[in-house]
């Protein structure tokens, strides 16, 4: 199997490092959030035209994107949750659930997941935009957040080096995995929910058994620094690693075998660090954001 990369365009137009991408519902088209505090949608098929959604006098390191009802949310830094209707393009709440920072949001049908950087998790209905929970389970920062709706399992990633798994039922502690060597910054459920894949600032990619109790079924030393992303193509049979060392990476997802570097030697790649992925099932398009402030966007084809 050969993988073929072409870069397709990059947008531009972020006065800052870009931490956060989101789908926007008809797969050509997502948002990017910016240290600038402007959230801008841009489309696959027109490229580098912009549209300014929301400005925050913040940065934004997370967003969320509610598919059930079309809602952005927005996590503006040491402020809280903002939520926009992008069909009127209307703010619809602001609400100041904590003054610290905002590293992820998960919306799985009416539940918002939010992590903070004090280390809660606040969990929050996503039609009143009323708070439910606060989840303290570590005074080190929630880094990443995956919800495995067959074993009905909330997955966290905390800079503490855990992840720790609760119940989705009444949000109990169910078991805490010493995952790696530093602070956790990504996780992700395979899309067939067999595996947990993480990545930390020690550079391990590391799989974990969800079936065999979250048992280690590989550690791979993936990177050269910080992995701060995974992300899965929308057919489920390669994930791909955004890292600090400027490159992305495609994975096979059975096997778990490297098969493409993307970076800046080869493919005119990003200049600095990879924050943050996203794969479209437009056309199998890969974007990835990063510290150079630009949006790229990557064609990855399969050849045999």
């Known amino acids: 199997m050969h993988i073929q990369v072409e870069k397709l365009d990059t947008f531009s137009g972020h006065r800052d490092g870009v931490y956060a991408l989101a789908a926007s519902g008809d797969n050509a088209r997502f948002f990017s959030a910016a240290g600038d505090g402007l959230v801008v949608r841009w489309n696959l098929q027109t490229p580098d035209v912009g549209e300014l959604m929301a400005q925050v006098p913040a940065s934004i390191y997370a967003l969320g994107w509610d598919a059930r009802r079309e809602y952005l949310w927005i996590g503006q830094n040491f402020d809280g949750i903002h939520v926009i209707d992008v069909r009127d393009k209307k703010e619809l709440a602001a609400t100041k659930i904590t003054s610290a920072a905002i590293f992820c949001i998960v919306i799985v049908e009416d539940t918002a997941y939010v992590g903070l950087a004090d280390g809660t998790i606040v969990v929050m ?4 935009f009323a708070v439910r929970k606060h989840i303290k389970a570590s005074d080190k920062s929630v ?13 966290v990633a905390y800079s503490d080096n855990t992840i720790k798994i609760f119940s989705l039922e009444d949000f109990s502690l169910q078991k805490v995995i010493e995952a790696h060597q530093n602070s956790v910054f990504c996780i992700k459920y395979s899309p067939d929910y067999q595996f947990l894949l993480s990545g930390s600032r020690d550079a391990h990619l590391k799989v974990w058994d969800v079936a065999n109790n ?3 079924h590989k550690d791979i030393v993936a990177h050269l620094f910080a992995i701060n992303d995974i992300c899965f193509s929308p057919d489920g049979h390669f994930f791909a690693t955004a890292s600090m060392d400027k490159s992305i990476k495609i994975w096979d997802s059975q096997q ?7 970076d800046k030697a080869r493919h005119a790649g990003h200049g600095t660090s990879v924050n943050k992925l996203w794969w479209s099932s437009h056309k199998g398009l890969l974007v990835s954001a990063s510290d150079d402030k630009r949006v790229s966007v990557w064609k990855i084809e399969v050849k045999n």
């Not at 209905?125 to 009143?128: E, F, I, P, Q, R």
């Not at 778990?256 to 993307?262: A, E, G, Q, T």
């Open 125 to 128: 209905d996503a039609l009143s």
């Open 143 to 155: 880094r990443s957040i995956a919800v495995n709706q067959v074993e009905q399992h909330l997955a």
């Open 214 to 216: 979250y048992a280690l």
């Open 256 to 262: 778990f075998r490297l098969l493409k570097v993307i």
